[in-house]
Protein backbone atom coordinates (compact mmCIF):
# COMPACT_ATOMS: atom_id res chain seq x y z
CA UNK A 1 0.00 0.00 0.00
CA UNK A 2 1.51 3.18 -0.82
CA UNK A 3 1.37 6.56 1.09
CA UNK A 4 -0.50 7.85 -1.64
CA UNK A 5 -3.29 5.49 -0.21
CA UNK A 6 -2.93 4.90 3.17
CA UNK A 7 -5.16 1.93 4.88
CA UNK A 8 -8.17 2.77 6.57
CA UNK A 9 -7.70 1.99 10.16
CA UNK A 10 -9.11 1.71 13.82
CA UNK A 11 -8.99 5.30 13.47
CA UNK A 12 -11.10 5.52 10.60
CA UNK A 13 -13.83 3.06 12.07
CA UNK A 14 -17.16 3.74 11.94
CA UNK A 15 -18.08 2.30 14.96
CA UNK A 16 -18.12 4.93 18.26
CA UNK A 17 -15.66 4.16 20.77
CA UNK A 18 -16.86 3.17 23.92
CA UNK A 19 -16.30 6.59 25.48
CA UNK A 20 -18.72 8.38 22.75
CA UNK A 21 -21.40 10.82 24.15
CA UNK A 22 -24.94 11.30 23.10
CA UNK A 23 -25.17 14.04 20.40
CA UNK A 24 -26.81 17.38 21.86
CA UNK A 25 -29.52 19.25 20.24
CA UNK A 26 -28.58 23.25 19.91
CA UNK A 27 -31.18 25.13 22.39
CA UNK A 28 -31.41 27.37 19.01
CA UNK A 29 -31.92 24.34 16.45
CA UNK A 30 -35.14 24.84 14.24
CA UNK A 31 -38.06 22.98 15.55
CA UNK A 32 -38.76 19.85 14.19
CA UNK A 33 -40.38 20.27 10.84
CA UNK A 34 -38.44 23.48 10.09
CA UNK A 35 -36.86 23.44 6.69
CA UNK A 36 -33.27 23.71 6.82
CA UNK A 37 -32.43 25.75 3.20
CA UNK A 38 -29.45 25.72 1.99
CA UNK A 39 -26.51 26.43 3.20
CA UNK A 40 -24.81 27.60 0.39
CA UNK A 41 -26.71 28.51 -3.00
CA UNK A 42 -24.05 26.85 -4.98
CA UNK A 43 -23.84 23.85 -2.93
CA UNK A 44 -23.86 20.79 -5.34
CA UNK A 45 -26.52 18.84 -2.99
CA UNK A 46 -28.77 21.60 -1.58
CA UNK A 47 -28.18 24.68 -3.58
CA UNK A 48 -30.57 26.63 -5.52
CA UNK A 49 -28.21 28.37 -7.61
CA UNK A 50 -26.53 25.44 -8.93
CA UNK A 51 -27.96 24.19 -12.16
CA UNK A 52 -26.62 20.33 -11.91
CA UNK A 53 -27.66 19.65 -8.28
CA UNK A 54 -29.39 17.38 -6.40
CA UNK A 55 -31.73 20.42 -5.05
CA UNK A 56 -32.25 18.07 -1.65
CA UNK A 57 -34.88 19.47 0.59
CA UNK A 58 -34.04 18.91 4.65
CA UNK A 59 -35.94 19.56 7.39
CA UNK A 60 -35.47 19.28 11.07
CA UNK A 61 -36.29 16.25 12.72
CA UNK A 62 -36.96 15.20 16.24
CA UNK A 63 -33.64 15.08 18.80
CA UNK A 64 -30.65 15.70 16.35
CA UNK A 65 -32.04 14.19 12.63
CA UNK A 66 -33.14 15.55 9.68
CA UNK A 67 -35.25 14.53 6.79
CA UNK A 68 -34.83 14.97 3.28
CA UNK A 69 -36.57 14.18 -0.06
CA UNK A 70 -34.09 14.22 -3.74
CA UNK A 71 -35.99 13.91 -6.57
CA UNK A 72 -33.61 11.41 -8.73
CA UNK A 73 -33.19 13.47 -12.38
CA UNK A 74 -32.46 12.30 -15.90
CA UNK A 75 -29.28 14.42 -15.42
CA UNK A 76 -28.59 11.84 -12.54
CA UNK A 77 -28.36 8.39 -14.42
CA UNK A 78 -26.03 5.64 -14.33
CA UNK A 79 -27.81 2.78 -16.02
CA UNK A 80 -30.06 4.22 -17.98
CA UNK A 81 -33.13 5.23 -16.49
CA UNK A 82 -31.44 4.45 -12.85
CA UNK A 83 -29.95 6.53 -10.71
CA UNK A 84 -25.83 6.57 -10.15
CA UNK A 85 -24.51 5.27 -7.38
CA UNK A 86 -22.33 8.34 -6.81
CA UNK A 87 -25.36 10.61 -7.22
CA UNK A 88 -27.32 8.54 -4.59
CA UNK A 89 -24.28 8.64 -2.01
CA UNK A 90 -24.00 12.30 -2.33
CA UNK A 91 -27.72 12.78 -1.49
CA UNK A 92 -26.83 10.68 1.49
CA UNK A 93 -23.64 13.11 2.43
CA UNK A 94 -25.64 16.10 1.62
CA UNK A 95 -28.36 14.68 4.53
CA UNK A 96 -25.66 13.81 6.80
CA UNK A 97 -23.53 16.72 6.33
CA UNK A 98 -27.11 19.41 6.91
CA UNK A 99 -28.07 16.87 10.45
CA UNK A 100 -24.86 18.77 12.11
CA UNK A 101 -26.01 21.79 12.11
CA UNK A 102 -29.10 20.89 14.75
CA UNK A 103 -25.66 20.71 17.07
CA UNK A 104 -24.43 24.31 15.82
CA UNK A 105 -21.11 22.37 14.47
CA UNK A 106 -19.71 22.84 11.13
CA UNK A 107 -18.40 19.50 9.88
CA UNK A 108 -17.08 17.89 6.72
CA UNK A 109 -17.57 14.19 5.46
CA UNK A 110 -13.93 12.28 7.08
CA UNK A 111 -15.68 8.26 5.80
CA UNK A 112 -18.42 7.48 4.25
CA UNK A 113 -19.97 3.99 3.57
CA UNK A 114 -23.24 3.30 1.37
CA UNK A 115 -24.89 0.06 1.03
CA UNK A 116 -27.00 -0.15 -2.11
CA UNK A 117 -30.04 -2.30 -1.21
CA UNK A 118 -31.87 -1.29 -4.20
CA UNK A 119 -32.26 0.18 -7.83
CA UNK A 120 -33.86 4.04 -7.77
CA UNK A 121 -35.63 4.66 -10.78
CA UNK A 122 -35.38 8.47 -13.02
CA UNK A 123 -38.39 10.50 -11.29
CA UNK A 124 -38.35 8.67 -7.80
CA UNK A 125 -38.42 10.60 -4.85
CA UNK A 126 -35.60 9.10 -2.40
CA UNK A 127 -36.95 9.96 1.31
CA UNK A 128 -33.94 10.73 3.32
CA UNK A 129 -33.75 10.72 7.15
CA UNK A 130 -30.54 11.15 8.75
CA UNK A 131 -29.14 10.98 12.30
CA UNK A 132 -26.05 11.80 15.06
CA UNK A 133 -25.66 8.64 16.94
CA UNK A 134 -22.56 9.59 18.74
CA UNK A 135 -19.87 12.06 19.22
CA UNK A 136 -16.08 11.25 20.09
CA UNK A 137 -13.82 14.63 20.42
CA UNK A 138 -14.19 15.98 16.80
CA UNK A 139 -15.92 13.06 15.83
CA UNK A 140 -19.26 12.79 14.65
CA UNK A 141 -20.79 8.95 13.79
CA UNK A 142 -24.23 9.49 11.93
CA UNK A 143 -26.49 7.08 9.77
CA UNK A 144 -29.13 7.89 7.11
CA UNK A 145 -31.66 6.01 5.22
CA UNK A 146 -33.04 6.74 1.71
CA UNK A 147 -36.28 5.09 0.98
CA UNK A 148 -38.45 4.91 -1.95
CA UNK A 149 -42.10 4.70 -2.82
CA UNK A 150 -42.67 7.10 0.41
CA UNK A 151 -41.09 8.04 3.86
CA UNK A 152 -42.15 4.41 5.28
CA UNK A 153 -41.49 2.52 1.50
CA UNK A 154 -38.57 0.12 1.92
CA UNK A 155 -34.81 1.01 2.30
CA UNK A 156 -32.72 1.94 -1.12
CA UNK A 157 -29.70 3.28 0.10
CA UNK A 158 -28.19 3.66 3.35
CA UNK A 159 -25.05 4.75 5.07
CA UNK A 160 -22.28 5.07 8.04
CA UNK A 161 -20.67 8.05 8.38
CA UNK A 162 -17.72 9.70 10.66
CA UNK A 163 -17.81 13.76 9.90
CA UNK A 164 -14.91 15.48 11.59
CA UNK A 165 -15.72 18.95 12.84
CA UNK A 166 -13.77 21.64 11.83
CA UNK A 167 -13.10 25.80 12.43
CA UNK A 168 -14.13 27.92 9.53
CA UNK A 169 -10.98 28.49 8.51
CA UNK A 170 -11.17 25.00 6.66
CA UNK A 171 -12.87 26.77 4.47
CA UNK A 172 -11.41 29.94 3.94
CA UNK A 173 -8.38 28.36 4.17
CA UNK A 174 -8.85 25.70 1.32
CA UNK A 175 -11.82 27.37 -0.86
CA UNK A 176 -11.51 29.99 -3.65
CA UNK A 177 -11.32 33.53 -2.67
CA UNK A 178 -14.05 34.35 -5.17
CA UNK A 179 -16.21 31.72 -3.99
CA UNK A 180 -15.71 32.15 0.02
CA UNK A 181 -16.39 35.98 -0.37
CA UNK A 182 -19.73 35.80 -2.68
CA UNK A 183 -20.84 33.43 0.55
CA UNK A 184 -19.73 35.66 2.97
CA UNK A 185 -21.53 38.54 1.46
CA UNK A 186 -24.41 36.44 1.42
CA UNK A 187 -27.48 38.76 2.68
CA UNK A 188 -29.68 35.75 3.57
CA UNK A 189 -28.26 35.85 7.45
CA UNK A 190 -29.18 32.24 8.75
CA UNK A 191 -27.41 30.99 5.41
CA UNK A 192 -24.46 33.11 5.83
CA UNK A 193 -24.10 31.33 9.09
CA UNK A 194 -24.87 28.15 8.29
CA UNK A 195 -21.64 28.30 6.34
CA UNK A 196 -19.48 30.45 8.23
CA UNK A 197 -20.13 30.75 12.07
CA UNK A 198 -20.75 27.94 14.64
CA UNK A 199 -22.89 30.25 17.00
CA UNK A 200 -24.67 32.55 15.65
C1 LIG B 1 -19.04 26.25 4.61
C2 LIG B 1 -20.03 25.13 4.68
C3 LIG B 1 -20.30 24.70 6.12
C4 LIG B 1 -21.25 23.58 6.13
C5 LIG B 1 -20.61 22.37 5.61
C6 LIG B 1 -21.63 21.43 5.10
C7 LIG B 1 -21.10 20.73 3.90
C8 LIG B 1 -22.08 19.69 3.45
C9 LIG B 1 -21.57 18.93 2.28
C10 LIG B 1 -21.64 17.49 2.58
C11 LIG B 1 -20.44 17.12 3.38
C12 LIG B 1 -19.20 17.07 2.50
O1 LIG B 1 -19.21 16.55 1.44
S1 LIG B 1 -17.79 17.79 3.12
C13 LIG B 1 -16.59 17.60 1.79
C14 LIG B 1 -15.90 16.26 1.78
N1 LIG B 1 -14.89 16.15 2.88
C15 LIG B 1 -13.73 16.79 2.85
O2 LIG B 1 -13.41 17.53 1.95
C16 LIG B 1 -12.82 16.54 4.02
C17 LIG B 1 -11.37 16.42 3.59
N2 LIG B 1 -10.51 16.02 4.73
C18 LIG B 1 -9.97 16.95 5.53
O3 LIG B 1 -10.06 18.16 5.27
C19 LIG B 1 -9.25 16.44 6.76
O4 LIG B 1 -8.77 15.13 6.55
C20 LIG B 1 -10.15 16.49 8.02
C21 LIG B 1 -10.61 17.93 8.31
C22 LIG B 1 -11.40 15.59 7.86
C23 LIG B 1 -9.35 15.93 9.21
O5 LIG B 1 -8.13 16.62 9.29
P1 LIG B 1 -7.62 17.29 10.65
O6 LIG B 1 -8.44 18.48 11.00
O7 LIG B 1 -6.12 17.49 10.50
O8 LIG B 1 -7.95 16.24 11.77
P2 LIG B 1 -7.11 14.97 12.26
O9 LIG B 1 -6.27 15.43 13.41
O10 LIG B 1 -6.47 14.25 11.14
O11 LIG B 1 -8.29 14.04 12.81
C24 LIG B 1 -9.15 14.48 13.86
C25 LIG B 1 -9.88 13.25 14.36
O12 LIG B 1 -10.70 12.75 13.29
C26 LIG B 1 -10.30 11.42 12.93
N3 LIG B 1 -10.36 11.30 11.48
C27 LIG B 1 -9.64 11.99 10.59
N4 LIG B 1 -9.94 11.62 9.34
C28 LIG B 1 -10.88 10.63 9.45
C29 LIG B 1 -11.56 9.81 8.52
N5 LIG B 1 -11.35 9.90 7.22
N6 LIG B 1 -12.46 8.93 8.99
C30 LIG B 1 -12.67 8.80 10.33
N7 LIG B 1 -12.03 9.54 11.26
C31 LIG B 1 -11.13 10.43 10.84
C32 LIG B 1 -8.89 11.26 13.44
O13 LIG B 1 -8.58 9.89 13.72
C33 LIG B 1 -8.93 12.11 14.70
O14 LIG B 1 -9.54 11.36 15.74
P3 LIG B 1 -9.01 11.44 17.25
O15 LIG B 1 -7.53 11.20 17.20
O16 LIG B 1 -9.35 12.84 17.70
O17 LIG B 1 -9.76 10.40 17.97
Not at 89 to 117: K, P, Q, Y
Amino acid sequence: MSAANPPSSAKTSLVPPPDAVAPVRHPDAPAPGTPLGAHYDLCFGCGGGQPHGLHLVARAGEGVSVTAEFTVKPAHQGAPGLAHGGVLTSALDETLGSVNWLMHVIAVTGRLETDFLRPVPVDTVLHLDARVTAVHGRKIYSTATGRIGGPDGPVAVRADAVFIEVKVEHFIENGRQEEIRAAMDDPDQVRRARAFEVNP
